[in-house]
């Protein structure tokens, strides 16, 4: 794989924060374990709040380290902290292939991103547990026609088997990273670009 892992302690060139949106039952909290630690569960029990993971990634040649939010979908949390969005650099709008709801859903996510974050942050479309094909309720199609229409990118994954999961990070890694890298100056002597705070913030204390 073109992007190697690089042990979470090793120094970085950027550090991106990268969220997850998304129904709850979606798969989120099954992404970030088998993005960041390689694992996977079936007894996963819901995110209250917010839960985060880190991991280092090599991108063209750089040591980047992405810090992944998972945020809980329920109703009652649905008004996350504002400024989750607005430290987000990436965010990836999860939803579950056999769920219909949770595609209809998409957009209401999408509302909150153009509400909270960022003017240009980067988006992206994950349709996740594509391995249920005998329970899949969205096509691939009309996922992709949705994608299309926003003008988002799309993949389909499985936490469970680990399909295009590490694909849909690095790939929005890599986004950020050359949309951060033209609204840089150059400069003539190496820098580290601190993308967002470094201090990891209590996931209990989310709206104080």
């Known amino acids: ?37 390689d694992t996977y569960s079936d007894n996963f029990v819901a ?11 090599l991108l063209d040649g750089k040591k980047a380290k992405a810090q992944i939010w998972d945020t809980a979908g329920q109703e009652r949390f649905r008004t996350i902290c504002a ?7 990436g965010i990836i709008v999860t939803f ?35 391995d249920m094909a005998s329970k899949r ?18 993949l389909e994954t499985s936490a469970k088997h680990a399909h295009n999961v590490d694909e849909a990070f690095t790939q929005m890694a890599k986004e950020i ?6 609204e840089v100056p150059p400069s003539s002597t190496p820098t580290r ?4 705070p470094a201090r990891r913030i209590s996931a209990t204390n989310c709206c104080q």
């Open 83 to 89: 400024s989750y969005y607005r430290g987000a650099h």
């Open 47 to 57: 995110t209250i709040g917010v839960d985060f993971r880190i991991r280092t990634m």
């Open 177 to 182: 990273k050359d949309r951060v890298s033209t």
């Open 137 to 154: 309720a969205v096509t691939y199609d009309e996922a992709r026609e949705l994608a299309d229409e926003l003008g988002l990118h799309y």
């Open 96 to 130: 579950d292939l056999t769920d219909r709801e949770s595609f209809h859903n998409v957009r209401h996510w999408l509302e909150e991103i153009e509400k909270y974050a960022q003017p240009g942050i980067n988006r992206m479309l994950v349709g996740n547990k594509c």
């Open 193 to 196: 670009m601190m993308l967002g």
């Open 1 to 37: 794989m073109a992007n190697a892992v690089l042990p979470a302690s090793s120094d970085y060139d950027y550090l991106f924060r990268i969220l997850l949106i998304g129904d709850s039952g979606v798969g989120k909290s099954c992404l970030l374990m088998r993005f960041a630690d």
